[in-house]
């Protein structure tokens, strides 16, 4: 696919690190993360590599659901701090070079948002999906207005009304994408984009993307919704970037998005891909998604191929006009040290996610591996059905040793407490003092994929063994092997073949054959 958008230079090699504010850094003691003590952490970021940060949900906030229930678009949650300390750090972060995005939830309110109070009491107010009947699915009405609203998530997130793609004369409250509501909504979403990018942020991630518009076959409806904002971000803020939640890169770049991530979730077409390769669903009572086992496991029982077959396809189809994201974890589904996986298999599994053509987007802790954390208790909305916790995924950042990590001793319901109950559980400190540590390896990658652009987004790749050890050329020019199981593997080369060691842990080439010790990798120069 050629595009005739203008691009972003500075995305098409960027390091993404996505931060839970709750959880990141604490300044003021409050057992709460916030804006100050993520400024005070910007040294770490600089110094492992990152130059564009993702922040989730910090506006305003009940916290039903971890602050994608959002009662005030244009002001952070007090937690937090006041929008003068968000402006603080986006200023802070930018003389480190590093980029500010926040989380555009662009699909739902809090139904404590006045936006909703008023339409609860006005049967003229379109500004959220009502019927005039029970429906499946749909909420009573919390006020005097009579009928039910339509949720986009929990029950306390009411549907921002974009309108429905398809009419039905037996439902009549389905109003066109031109309707008086769905024009007023996509009106405040430009309104807030231009209120946060003018105050120095670099972009948003879309939360839920491919929500908006309603019984909308292909997405087609959405799809020009978002095209829409991007003509208009492209006029008005052209270096401003717009990640997607969708799960389908192909689909949202098509709309408009400069980028979208690969996903453990979203039905088996578009959750298989991320699954296949390092299934981080460990830790639920149960399997959730009862798949095959996936290629990042010590037993060796995976393949490849699942994932490569989804990435060459969406690559195809967004090859200069947009990118794919890999990331480790975020903060839905379990991390990548989860489970059965070990530290020692973190290294293989990094290896890949930043030698691979895609934005790696590292979630915080993952570059430490910290681990999924089972049998929390349900904290602010973070248990899904009975067998899903994200709470595991959203402990404290494990600054130092210690209980606590730095953080104070909070009431429960304030804090994801405890934090990994390993007495040798990872922090940044100890890490950052043995240069054999995961943090120095991820930084080491880091550094090696800015130092050679062809192990970055936009070089070739060429798969050479499918199989353990998974071997591929990127850009004709670096030879890269990782063996994420325990026993080790060996490929033929060609013969006479030569290669420079740039980054090796286990892995040997020598008279045309490459041998990778268990959990290895490599990454060389080719002569």
């Known amino acids: 696919m050629t595009s005739t958008r203008p691009g972003l230079d500075w995305l098409a090699d960027a390091v993404l690190y ?35 940060v993702w922040l989730n949900p910090c506006f305003d906030s009940p916290f039903r659901d971890a602050g994608y229930d959002v009662t005030d678009y244009l002001a952070p949650a007090p937690r937090y701090g006041s929008t003068e300390d968000l402006v603080a750090l986006v200023e802070a972060a930018r003389r480190k070079g590093i980029r500010i995005l926040l989380d555009l939830v662009a699909g739902h309110t809090s139904d404590r948002h006045p936006w909703f109070l008023a339409a609860a009491e006005d049967p003229a107010d379109h500004r959220y999906i009502w019927s005039d009947r029970q429906v499946d699915g749909f909420v009573a009405s919390p006020g005097s207005r009579p009928g039910w609203y339509r949720p986009n998530f929990f029950e306390c997130q009411p549907a921002l009304n974009f309108g429905y793609a398809r009419g039905s004369s037996d439902e009549p409250w389905r109003q066109p994408v031109d309707a008086e509501g769905p024009r007023a909504n996509r009106a405040a979403l ?50 401003a970037a717009l990640f997607a939640e969708w799960g389908d890169p192909a689909a949202a770049v098509a709309a408009g998005f400069h980028a979208d991530f690969f996903l453990h979730f979203g039905g088996a077409d578009r959750g298989l891909p991320l699954r296949s390769l390092w299934n981080n669903n460990a830790g639920t009572v149960e399997d959730f998604w009862h798949q095959d086992p996936c290629y990042f496991e010590a037993e060796g029982r995976g393949t490849p191929q699942v994932f490569l077959d989804a990435w060459r396809s969406a690559a195809q189809l967004t090859e200069d006009s947009g990118h ?17 996986r070990t530290a020692e298999q973190l290294a293989a599994a990094f290896a890949f996610q930043l030698t691979w053509p895609t934005l790696p987007a590292i979630y915080y ?65 100890t890490q950052r003092a043995d240069p054999t540590s995961l943090l120095h390896t991820v930084r080491r990658l880091i550094a090696l994929r800015r130092a050679h652009p062809g192990l970055g987004a936009s070089g070739g790749v060429e798969v050479r063994h499918a199989g353990y050890p998974l071997v591929y050329t990127r850009a004709g020019r670096y030879l890269v092997a990782v063996n994420p199981r325990r026993e080790p593997g060996s490929v033929r080369l060609e013969a006479g073949v030569a290669v420079r060691p740039l980054d ?10 490459l041998r990778a010790d268990g959990f290895g990798y490599g990454v060389f120069e080719l002569r």
């Open 324 to 340: 794919i994201a890999l990331p480790t974890a975020n903060h839905d589904f379990s991390r990548l040290a989860t489970g059965p």
């Open 190 to 239: 430009r309104d807030i984009m231009a209120h946060w990018l003018g105050l120095g942020l670099a972009g948003f991630r879309v939360d839920m993307a491919y929500s908006l518009v309603k019984d909308d076959p292909g997405k087609t409806e959405t799809g020009k919704l978002w095209t829409e904002l991007r003509d208009w971000l492209d006029r008005t803020h052209p270096q």
């Open 504 to 513: 090796v842990q286990g892995v040997r080439v020598a008279d045309g054959e």
């Open 365 to 429: 802790g993952d570059e430490i591996g910290m681990r999924y954390v089972p049998g929390l208790p349900d904290v602010e909305g973070s248990v899904l059905g009975p067998s899903y916790n994200r709470a595991g995924s959203r402990t404290p950042m494990q600054w130092r040793p210690g209980p606590t990590a730095g953080f104070s001793s909070a009431p429960p319901e304030r804090l994801y407490l405890p934090v990994d109950p390993d007495p040798h559980r990872p922090d940044v400190l």
């Open 18 to 52: 996505q931060i839970y504010p709750q959880t990141f850094a604490d300044s003021d003691g409050d057992g709460i993360g916030d804006f100050a003590g993520i400024a005070e952490h910007l040294d770490h970021l600089s110094w492992l590599g990152v130059d564009t």
